[in-house]
């Protein structure tokens, strides 16, 4: 079997969001889904539609207007080599120039917010946007965005815009007709068509400490350019967010993977709020059930995830569970996936309460779990990130689940680097530095003064997001 290979490329994409019939500050967000889950959002009565030519031009009509180019600029590096660059008379860290990338993105609302993937947006010193008619551009601004799931929430100032619709991803069914909407290379909107092939695909491409990969996997075809567009169903509605191949070229090859929408709106919502998505977590973590441990646990069909690692006092340890049980409902849904059970997590906030239905020795027991956030209380979090405008980077306290992953007292985690001193430093995106000179700090503000008033060699030590020890040395006047 080929490889999956790549996906998601920064400057390719395109992507048709959904509506949150939502106004921001005095104006209440309402996305159309009936997910329980999300208290703030209506419920709707998803409708199939027959496959017929006219079906197909009303979903297009309906959903192709929403569709935004979003083109980015980013300084770069051209290259690095110290050594020829002293005896040149360069710039000891390399020659810089701008870098344009483009991908695509899609109006939930007319007062401008836009939703796209994080990885078109990521690291962009400007952000244009331009409208499905090529007679409107607009600056934006980037209101948040989640790692986890490769998406971004901007926002344009304009009025009466253009927006899509939401719809269901939880009642989409395998050989329902689809659309696959982009808007590559600023071409307009493109539109294919296709049949959702399988839901709950986990492929393994978010680069991310906590990932949730829970794809509809679609064969209509999503070329480079489409790759953070919209699958949308024939009603023109939204179903998911285009953001993967799986190709040995890059191009179509028969497979593309879209974010289910009712992901998309609980991260969108989050966003809004608290400008920091709101993550639950149960304090264990799970595995597929492989043959192996089928045949050992005599289980005859194929549902029920086993918990693999446990966090020693979490949630899921207080409420009775086990390593080694198998889990099989969340709030009385079945789950038969890795895949399917992060999504129900997803769908989540930490305080919130869970049923959770598992098998011990053949016999089903139930427990209820509290989830917590990242630092292991019930609290909703904001956004502790820190802007250095005088190293070109934003730096964040990393968790206290991932300080126990890692081993580690403190850590700060570097992101959106631009062109600056943390990137003549050589600090790479995503990394999370734990010292300076062997000097470890408590507080993020203490860090980022270390770093600014660095001069000599410097040495600073850290880990890479795949848990890999790293140590970025230099000396700097």
Excluded: C
């Excluded at 920064?10 to 106004?23: C, N, R």
């Excluded at 952000?127 to 934006?140: C, L, R």
């Excluded at 959702?196 to 986990?202: H, L, T």
């Excluded at 968790?399 to 430093?425: C, H, L, P, T, W």
Aim: aromatic share 8%.
């Amino acid at each position: 079997m080929n490889k999956i290979a790549v996906l998601s490329l920064g400057f390719f994409g395109g992507l048709i969001g959904a509506i949150l019939i939502a106004q921001f500050q005095s104006k209440q967000v309402v996305l159309e889904t009936s997910n329980p889950n999300q208290s703030n959002f209506s419920n709707v009565n998803y409708i199939g539609a027959s496959a017929s030519s006219l079906d197909f031009i009303n979903a297009s009509k309906a959903s192709t207007p929403t569709v935004v180019f979003i083109k980015t600029l980013t300084n770069q590096r051209a290259y690095q080599d110290p050594f020829n660059d002293f005896w040149s008379g360069m710039d000891f860290f390399g020659r810089r120039g701008p870098v344009a990338s483009s991908g695509s993105g899609v109006i939930l609302t007319d007062d401008g917010y836009i939703v796209t993937n994080q990885h078109v947006i990521k690291n962009a010193d400007q952000i244009e946007v331009i409208m499905n008619n090529n007679k409107q551009s607009f600056k934006a601004t980037v209101i948040g965005s989640d790692a986890s799931t490769d998406l971004a929430l901007l926002k344009i100032e304009g009025s009466t815009l253009p927006h899509i619709v939401l719809g269901n991803s939880d009642l989409v069914e395998v050989g329902e007709w689809v659309l696959a909407v982009g808007n590559p290379f600023n071409l307009a909107s493109t539109v294919t068509a296709g049949i959702v092939s399988a839901k709950g695909r986990n492929i393994n491409i978010v680069n991310n400490q906590f990932p949730i990969e829970s794809f509809i996997q679609t064969d209509a075809a999503i070329n480079p350019g489409n790759s953070g567009g919209a699958l949308v169903n024939l009603e023109g509605k939204l179903i998911g967010i285009n953001t993967a191949i799986a190709s040995n070229t890059g191009s179509y090859n028969g497979y593309g993977f879209a974010i289910p929408v009712n992901i998309v709106a609980k991260i969108v919502k989050d966003l809004i709020e608290y400008k920091e998505v709101q993550r639950g977590f149960t304090g264990m973590e799970v595995k597929d059930v492989d043959a192996a441990s089928a045949t050992r646990l005599k289980i005859k069909d194929n549902h029920g995830v086993l918990v693999d690692k446990m966090l020693p006092e979490g949630p899921a340890e207080l409420a009775g569970i086990r390593q080694g049980d198998l889990v099989i409902k969340i709030n009385d849904k079945n789950i038969d996936s890795k895949a399917n059970f992060d999504e129900q997590i997803a769908y989540l906030r930490p305080g919130d309460k869970i049923a959770v239905a598992y098998l011990r020795n053949g016999k089903e027991e139930l427990s209820t779990i509290k989830l917590i956030n990242n630092e292991g209380n019930n609290a909703i979090l904001k956004k502790g990130t820190v802007v250095s405008e005088n190293l070109a980077a934003e730096f964040q306290p990393i968790s206290k689940i991932e300080k126990d992953k890692f081993g580690i007292n403190f850590g700060y985690r570097v992101s959106n680097i631009r062109q600056g001193r943390a990137a003549q430093m050589g600090i790479q995106e995503g990394f999370i530095i734990t010292s300076v000179n062997r000097r470890e700090f408590e507080k993020v503000e203490d860090l980022i003064r270390a770093l600014e008033s660095a001069r000599g060699q410097v040495s600073i030590e850290g880990v890479f997001p795949n848990g890999g020890r790293g140590v970025f040395s230099f000396y700097t006047y």
